[in-house]
């Protein structure tokens, strides 16, 4: 069965500083991968996808993650942060022909000025 | 315009009573899902239809029950709600079953007291 990891609950950064969650995932084929983030009291967003061919993907709002088969992840990266991106990170993975997704319990992100 | 819309945003009801909430998407999909997210910001998915059919039942109790009038709904009624029922209720919808990613609406958030 599928599963998906996040092993931080709850990560603080400082605004400007550079941004990784990880995302572990259990799955015996090639997953599809995907990172949303939810603001506070709002829906999921779509942040970036993986499917296949280039592992580094880039995402919306200057996000990018990285698919590592070897090490089974899937983390998520930002350079420098900003203010506005405090919110919750789930990270989720599914496969193909299969209609859902599996979601990781979220990591909480907290910016301090 | 709102993609994947759902409605009411907020419920507040008390045990025993009956209750719909609706969604509706936009963007011509064909599979339109419904998730649970709980109180530990937990996602699990709960149904999934494609093209008006019942793909996914994810041992939901039979107080729960979708219906789908189009492809472009996807209605939840949920019967004799109970506390354990309180949770904020994502609908989320996707092009087709290739597991390709989905698209979240707002969210309902449930009480019951």
């Known amino acids: 069965a599928q599963s998906v990891t996040q092993p931080d609950i709850h990560i603080t950064v400082s605004e400007g500083a550079s941004l990784e969650l990880r995302c572990n995932y259990s799955y015996g084929a090639t997953p599809y991968l995907f990172w949303y983030v939810q603001s506070p009291g709002q829906g999921l967003q779509l942040l970036l996808k993986y499917f296949s061919g280039d592992t580094l993907v880039q995402g919306i709002k200057g996000f990018e993650a990285e ?18 991106d405090a919110a919750e990170y789930f990270c ?4 193909q022909g299969a209609q859902k997704l599996v979601f990781g319990q979220g990591t909480r992100l907290t910016i301090n000025p | 315009d709102t993609a994947v819309s759902q409605t009411p945003k907020y419920l507040v009801t008390q045990m025993g009573n009956d209750k719909s909430i609706k969604c509706e998407q936009n963007l011509g999909h064909d599979t339109m899902y419904w998730y649970k997210q709980d109180s530990k910001k937990f996602l699990k998915i709960m149904f999934s239809y494609n093209n008006k059919e019942l793909i996914i039942n994810e041992t939901v109790p039979n107080r729960f029950s979708p219906k789908s009038p189009d492809k472009a709904h996807l209605n939840l009624h949920i019967n004799s709600l109970e506390l354990g029922d309180s949770a904020v209720y994502f609908c989320a919808s996707s092009h087709d ?16 007291t």
Do not use: C, D, E, I
């Not at chain 1, 698919?67 to 899937?74: N, V």
């Open chain 2, 97 to 112: 079953v290739s597991g390709r990613g989905q698209y979240f609406g707002p969210g309902t958030r449930l009480t019951v």
């Open chain 1, 67 to 84: 698919f590592k088969r070897s090490q089974s992840s899937f983390n998520l990266r930002k350079p420098s942060v900003h203010w506005s």
């Open chain 1, 92 to 95: 989720a993975v599914g496969r």
